[in-house]
């Protein structure tokens, strides 16, 4: 069938995506404790801190943020508010889906509309102690328009496994049930 067809599609690109992102945040988090501890050695070792490594962890945090947010989304692992979901019903609890889904692909297409003026604004400064010169938008804007636009492709092929499939599982494997927040199910 065609919808099942197009689902694969989506999933499959969306759990490539997410693969990517997980190299990405265990290398970025590598990084930071490598830089920081070498800085920390060298300070007291030398009485020589290494200039950079402060500017780059910090970087290294701001773009593990927004990758692990993005990351959560796809996971449906977003900050959720449930004081009400036992009271629905199966298909009650797929419409809240929806409903919130619209909301995540219209707030994140406007974020990644709006960042590319922003990331023209901010490219005008570089770094301040990184040993190359990089545009600081690379590290504050970038990060941002990544998040919106899978987060907002995420929520897109979301929207379409709930609407055409009245399908509620996340696109990519969560956590293991033992620590889910969410059921699948009504209570």
């Not at 609890?93 to 919130?100: E, F, H």
């Not at 770094?127 to 504050?140: E, G």
Request: with cysteine; aromatic share 14%; charged share 15%.
């Amino acid at each position: 069938m065609l919808s099942r067809r197009i689902d694969g599609v989506f999933a499959g690109i969306i759990r490539s995506i997410a693969r990517i992102e997980i190299s990405a945040l265990v290398v970025a988090m590598v990084f930071i404790i490598a830089s920081i501890a070498l800085q920390t050695f060298t300070r007291y070792a030398f009485g020589r801190p290494i200039t950079w490594v402060e500017e780059g962890a910090v970087y290294a945090f701001i773009w593990i943020t927004f990758v692990g947010a993005s990351y959560g989304a796809k996971q449906g692992k977003l900050i959720k508010v449930e004081l009400f979901s036992a009271n629905f019903g199966e298909d009650g609890l797929r419409k809240i889906a929806i409903l919130s889904h619209i909301f995540i692909l219209l707030g994140c297409a406007y974020l990644a509309w709006i960042t590319p003026s922003v990331i023209a604004i901010e490219s005008r400064s570089m770094t301040m102690a990184l040993p190359i010169d990089v545009p600081r938008s690379w590290f504050y804007s970038v990060p941002l328009f990544y998040f919106a636009f899978v987060t907002a492709f995420s929520s897109l092929a979301r929207l379409f496994r709930l609407i055409v499939l009245k399908d509620r599982t996340p696109l990519i494997e969560p956590f293991p049930v033992e620590e889910q927040d969410i059921p699948l199910t009504a209570s």
